[in-house]
Structure formats: C-alpha cells, structure tokens
C-alpha cells in the first residue's frame, strides 16, 4: 500500500464538519470508530490509484500529455461511508440540510490552484513560477523556470509532465465523511461549472430539477448560459456533471451525469455521460491555443 505520509492536504480555507476527516500532512488520520480500518483502506487505495493512472498516462504512446493534462475527482461510497479524492480544480460539493432544515452546500474538496499557500510553496521549492497574466489578472498560473509558455491554472494533474520537475503532482487531495439523513444529494464537476455557477446556485438548480436525470443537464445549460453572459468573447469551457442522489437507505442511490464540450455551435449541445470521476484541464500556451482540444480558455 501506498504510505499516507506521501499525503499532502491542504483545508485551511475549507469548512470543517464533526463528520469529515482528513489525513494529515504527517498521515496521522482522525478516525475514532470501528470503521477506521475500512475507511484508511479506502483512503489509501485512491492515491495509489491516482499514482498508477499518472504513470498509465506517461506510458500512452498515443497520447501526447507532456504539455496536456486533466484535472480529477473521485468519490467512493460504501454504504455510509464517503471517501473523495481530487486533483487540479474540479469540485464536490454535498446538498445537506442545515439546522434549520434548509437545503444548503457544503464543499467537500479544496480548488488545488497554484497560489493555495501550501502548494505555491511546494512549487517554489520546485523552481517553478507562479504569476497571472496581464489579460487575466484573477487568474494564478504555474510557469517552467526560464519559459513563460505554457502555463498551468492548477497545482495537481494529471500529465502535463513538462511541469512535474517543477512542482506539479498527481498526488490527490483525500477526505473522508460519514453520511446522515440530512444529506442529500452530491454534485462532482469540473472546473467549467464552478467558474460560473456558485455553490449555491448549483445546490438550487439540482434540487429545482423536475426529475433527478435531468438535474446534470440542467446545471450544464446553465453555466452554459452564464459562459456567454460573463465572457461573450471566450469558448465556453469543458462543463461536466455527475449527480448523486442519496436515499435514506445509505445502500440505495441513483446518479445522472451530462456534459458538454467546450465547442458549442448554434446553441445546441450533445449529452456525454460520464462516470462518477470527472475530467478537466487548465493548460494556457500561445503555441497550443486552438490546437489541443483539452486546452482551456484563459477563463479557467
């Protein structure tokens, strides 16, 4: 098994909850049940799952990923027990219910971007750079050493192996919570979304959703329109959903997924389903813009 040490989390800006537990940067986890085997199994088997797909990648002959990469998020449920993995910006966000039996978010990941404290140190050990482009002042970008192309708007990937010398890895962020009754629903995203929808309004659209197969392609129609609303000049960026809905029996669920590419013509879009792991990217490179399908607009 992969040692928890190699574990670096980073939830200083997180929400934190009775139910969610961490492993700590000296992998030291804080689970005090029955459960705590099963769980730190779990735990474990996600970053040695994330470590083999980096190395799969690498070996691809077909794919050229030394300047491409995805962002990640994985979630495993077993009965009551949840544990989410993630890497680069994608997104999961719980729908629960509060105190006072309102619907409200709780984001159960941290957006690895490259200025999180704890990752622009890493880099910086790395020789890497950080800094934003005139044009995109809001947005924090990874740089090699002595080249100011391409630049990456994340601090964990897959591939995009021009930058692992450099203070990128593959190592995913992992959390574990327990389930209550209060929970409801889980939403697993790319970055497409969160950059226009916020946790709230997202909240909102799936609960709103007539049926629970169509709550995906809700979300993705409305960050859709918000991508021309917001940035009319851009390419509307990689929007991808999965929903999961939980029962208050924690061993019955249902999911609906929808995504849609970043190039959308006559305002029309095609249904790809996905699986509960959501893909994404952030790479920005003058060479590559309009090139790579993967590459992102410079919104991401």
């Not at 030394?66 to 680069?88: D, E, P, R, Y």
């Not at 978010?105 to 622009?120: G, I, R, S």
């Not at 999911?255 to 699986?275: C, M, Q, R, W």
Request: charged residues 25%.
């Amino acid at each position: 098994l992969v040692s928890l040490r190699e574990i670096s989390l980073n939830t200083a800006d997180r929400k934190t909850s009775e139910s969610l537990v961490h492993i700590s940067a000296n992998g030291e986890s804080r689970i005090y049940n029955k459960d705590q085997d099963m769980v730190q199994t779990l735990l474990t088997s996600i970053v040695k799952a994330y470590r083999f797909m980096d190395k799969e990648l690498k070996m691809q002959v077909d794919v050229d990923c030394f300047c491409s990469g995805t962002t990640a998020v994985t979630m495993f449920k077993q009965g009551q027990h949840l544990v989410v993995g993630n890497i680069g910006d994608s997104r999961v966000v719980l729908g629960t219910r509060n105190k006072e039996n309102k619907l409200v978010p709780f984001q159960l990941t941290e957006d690895l971007k490259p200025d999180v404290p704890a990752e622009a140190a890493r880099i910086k050990r790395c020789r890497g750079r950080i800094f934003a482009l005139r044009d995109e002042p809001g947005v924090a970008r990874l740089w090699l050493p002595n080249h100011n192309s391409p630049g990456l708007a994340m601090a964990r990937a897959f591939g995009d192996f021009c930058f692992k010398d450099f203070g990128l890895i593959s190592v995913p962020d992992v959390s574990y919570r327990r389930l209550t009754e209060k929970d409801e629903f889980l939403v697993l995203a790319t970055d497409g979304i969160w950059d226009v929808l916020t946790n709230e309004e997202v909240v909102e659209i799936v609960a709103k959703a007539p049926t629970r197969c169509t709550a995906g392609r809700a979300l993705v129609e409305a960050a859709v329109r918000n991508w021309r609303w917001k940035f009319p000049t851009s390419k509307v960026d990689d929007c991808a959903v999965v929903c999961l809905f939980l029962d208050s029996k924690p061993d019955k669920l249902s999911t609906a997924s929808f995504s849609v590419d970043k190039h959308i013509s006559n305002g029309l879009t095609e249904p790809n389903t996905t699986s509960t792991s959501t893909p994404g990217s952030g790479t920005v490179s003058p060479e590559l813009n309009g090139v790579e399908e993967s590459t992102e607009s410079t919104h991401s």
